[in-house]
């Protein structure tokens, strides 16, 4: 089956600065991989997503980017702000159904004022 | 406003007894999923059900028990035959369509002694 592994699985960043967390997929044939944030306290909420089909994807100041050859892909947060503090998880699927998600070990990520 | 509840947050129980965590949605989400989180893991699924009384075991169903009786509602029972129940539980739920994605609630922290 799939197996994903994620780093840092902690990291800290002046605010303003950028963060970027890297996640590693084993499974060819995966073809979804969503980003989560989990805030103390919540339940994780999908940040972004990108499919296979798509090499980057941007959202104000989050990125993804997607290496299909090297079977790796990337979480990029700019202009980092104090909200931006929470454990974040990447994920991975080779079918079009949740119930085939993969998902990271999380990073907690912590900005510095 | 729609969202998923579950209920209580934080629970306690003694080694031995079955215990039932509560989830229900207003989303009219088809699908529904239950996750187990513990330090330093990622998310690991293990029930699921994409219609009302149709349910399917997930990565890590032993010890566990599901029932689907309504679209809103997913409780799961813990049983004694679960040999570190202790952990962080998660429900969320989904449209059933291939673009969909995962509603978590807050979660419930399930603590037995």
């Known amino acids: 089956g799939e197996n994903v592994e994620q780093h840092p699985s902690t990291l800290s960043v002046q605010e303003g600065d950028s963060a970027v967390i890297k996640c590693t997929y084993s499974?060819?044939?995966?073809?979804?991989f969503p980003w989560y944030k989990q805030e103390l306290g919540k339940g994780p909420q999908l940040i972004i997503d990108?499919?296979?089909?798509?090499g980057e994807k941007k959202d104000q100041r989050i990125a993804v980017t997607l290496n299909k050859t090297a079977k790796h892909f990337s979480l990029h947060i700019t202009e980092t702000q104090p909200e931006d503090s929470a454990v974040y998880f990447c994920?991975?699927?080779?079918?079009?159904?949740?119930?085939?998600?993969?998902f990271g070990t999380g990073t907690r990520l912590t900005i510095i004022p | 406003d729609g969202g998923i509840t579950q209920s209580p947050k934080y629970l306690f129980r003694k080694e031995g007894q079955n215990v039932t965590l509560s989830c229900e949605q207003n989303?009219?989400?088809?699908?529904m999923y239950w996750y187990r989180q513990d330090p330093g893991q990622g998310l690991r699924l293990i029930y699921y059900?994409?219609?009302?009384?149709?349910?399917q075991k997930g990565d890590i169903a032993e010890g566990y028990s599901v029932s689907r009786e309504k679209k809103e509602s997913f409780p799961l029972t813990v049983t004694s035959a679960q040999k570190n129940p202790t952990a962080f539980y998660l429900c969320?739920?989904?449209?059933?369509?291939?673009?969909?994605?995962?509603?978590f609630g807050n979660g419930t922290r399930l603590t037995v002694t």
């Open positions: 969320a739920s989904s449209m059933a369509r291939e673009d969909s994605p995962l509603h």
């Open positions: 499974d060819s044939a995966s073809n979804y």
């Open positions: 990108i499919r296979s089909n798509v």
């Open positions: 994920a991975a699927s080779n079918s079009f159904g949740n119930e085939k998600l993969t």
């Open positions: 989303l009219n989400h088809d699908a």
């Open positions: 059900s994409q219609i009302v009384n149709d349910f």
